[in-house]
């Protein structure tokens, strides 16, 4: 089966810096997404990585190594609506999104 | 701005009575999809067309229902809701299924409430 694992919930410090883990086993690889969903909020689109290494863009970066099935979103400087849940989904060979459940981040002053 | 827009935010219907949802865009995408997600869950997909092309995933019950009339509209209809129906309804679009055109945009969702 398919499958994405991802921590449940987070707790860091405003100012801090915290990385989210995702493993996953698809059936094929066309690329994988992180998203931001704010409670009672739709997702919103954070990072694509299709091939390996780090993808950096503002304070939010993503990283991929395809062979290992893991990526990691590393949130610099967190600010107080960085609290959300981040959700890992990846693209399978037949293109559909599979996603997990989410990284419920919560930000402490 | 380019968007996605799902009518109602919030929509509240008796056991049984059915429903409409529905979703436009502006993107002028060629793949719509419709998701349910329950809290602290991950979003199910229960459809999705690609242009006209109707495809239902298999997990889908029958009690859901797709329209989409044009490249701009998507419905959603529930015929007969259920109190495990109640969740929030999402609607996305991409501009494709491959060729670097996969990621997906969400509208803000509809809430039901199935009373």
């Known amino acids: 089966g398919q499958n994405i694992d991802q921590p449940t919930e987070m707790t860091a410090t405003e100012g801090a810096i915290v990385q989210i883990n995702c493993t996953y086993q698809?059936?094929?690889?066309?690329?994988l997404f992180w998203y931001q969903q704010h409670a009672g909020e739709a997702p919103t689109f954070l990072s694509y990585?299709?091939l390996d290494g780090l993808e950096e863009k503002g304070r939010f970066s993503s990283f991929l190594s395809r062979s290992k099935g893991y990526s990691y979103l590393l949130l610099k400087e967190l600010q107080m609506k960085d609290s959300a849940s981040y959700l890992c989904?990846?693209?399978?060979?037949?293109?559909?999104?599979?996603w997990g459940a989410g990284t419920k981040l919560i930000i402490k002053p | 701005d380019a968007m996605v827009i799902q009518n109602p935010r919030y929509q509240v219907t008796q056991f049984g009575k059915p429903v409409t949802l529905s979703c436009s865009q502006t993107?002028?995408?060629?793949?719509m999809y419709w998701y349910q997600q329950k809290s602290s869950q991950a979003p199910k997909l229960l459809f999705h067309?690609?242009?006209?092309?109707?495809?239902n995933e298999a997990d889908t019950p029958d009690n859901f229902q797709s329209r989409r009339p044009n490249t701009s509209f998507c419905f959603l209809d529930i015929r007969s809701p259920g109190l495990g129906d109640a969740a929030m309804y999402l609607c996305?679009?991409?501009?494709?299924?491959?060729?670097?055109?996969?990621?997906?945009?969400f509208g803000p969702g509809t809430r039901l409430l199935v009373l």
């Open positions: 990585n299709v």
């Open positions: 993107l002028n995408h060629n793949v």
């Open positions: 989904a990846v693209l399978d060979s037949n293109y559909q999104l599979i």
């Open positions: 067309y690609y242009d006209k092309d109707f495809n």
């Open positions: 698809t059936s094929g690889f066309n690329g």
């Open positions: 996305a679009t991409s501009r494709d299924r491959g060729s670097g055109g996969e990621t997906q945009y």
